[in-house]
């Protein structure tokens, strides 16, 4: 996690998946226990922020200025939910749109962003957005994650002596569970929820091999234009 923290500070984008079957703790992973406990029992998201912000002030004695701003949404059934909304309000219809045409760059209009400047205060947020995630008991799993969250820190960097900027984000989801049908006893809306489930991991799984075989594809035309 340090070499990633240091690569989103240095206007890289990153990413980090929690992937497995239900019950095999990647929610506690990404966010810990709740409530909060010590820092040594954090999850990766409060300890990734932790050193964002630690690398920040560090940074600054360089010249570096640094803002932060975090967001988080679950996908469920295929929609979208934003779970930074404040209890009771209603939020709009959320929709994944290019950042421009023909930009390869995506996101979320009128997704909640909030400024951030500690770990404390993205414990807030991590506490109000547990809080209104779709979760359910099945027969495999107590409290079971109906739905993808996806926590995300934009990172704006500033050197103003040097007329430098740069900007990435830090991107940690946390992928529901895979479940078999015969053992999770889903019926109904469970059942629907874990046929969401599974597609989407078998769909994740496809791009992801996808881009494995773009990558190794260039990897071997570099090498064999590098032997000529």
Not at 70 to 87: G, H, T, V
Not at 159 to 184: F, I, N, P, Q, Y
Request: charged content about 20%.
């Amino acid at each position: 996690m340090v070499g990633s923290g240091r690569s989103a500070l240095d206007g890289y984008p990153v990413c980090i998946f929690a992937y497995g079957q239900t019950g095999s703790g990647k929610t506690f992973t990404m966010e810990g226990p709740a409530p909060a406990g010590a820092p040594a029992s954090r999850g990766m998201i409060p300890r990734a922020v932790r050193h964002l912000f630690r690398g920040a002030r560090d940074l600054a004695a360089k010249g570096w200025q640094y803002g932060f701003s975090a967001s988080f949404l679950e996908i469920y059934n295929e929609n979208l939910r934003d779970l930074l909304l404040a209890p009771g309000q209603r939020g709009s219809e959320l929709e994944i749109r290019r950042l421009a045409p023909g930009s390869d760059e995506l996101h979320v209009p009128k997704l909640t962003w909030v400024p951030v400047e500690s770990e404390e205060q993205v414990l807030q947020l991590l506490q109000r957005a547990g809080s209104q995630r779709s979760v359910a008991r099945t027969a495999l799993n107590e409290r079971s994650s109906r739905s993808h969250s996806v926590f995300q820190l934009r990172i704006q960097g500033l050197h103003a002596a040097r007329d430098l900027r740069c900007s990435s984000s830090l991107t940690l989801v946390d992928l529901a569970g895979s479940e078999r049908l015969e053992k999770s006893g889903s019926v109904g809306t469970r059942l629907r929820e874990t046929q969401s489930i599974n597609s989407s991991l078998s769909a994740l799984g496809l791009v992801i091999s996808a881009l494995c075989n773009k990558v190794n594809e260039c990897m071997i035309g570099t090498a064999q234009a590098n032997r000529k």
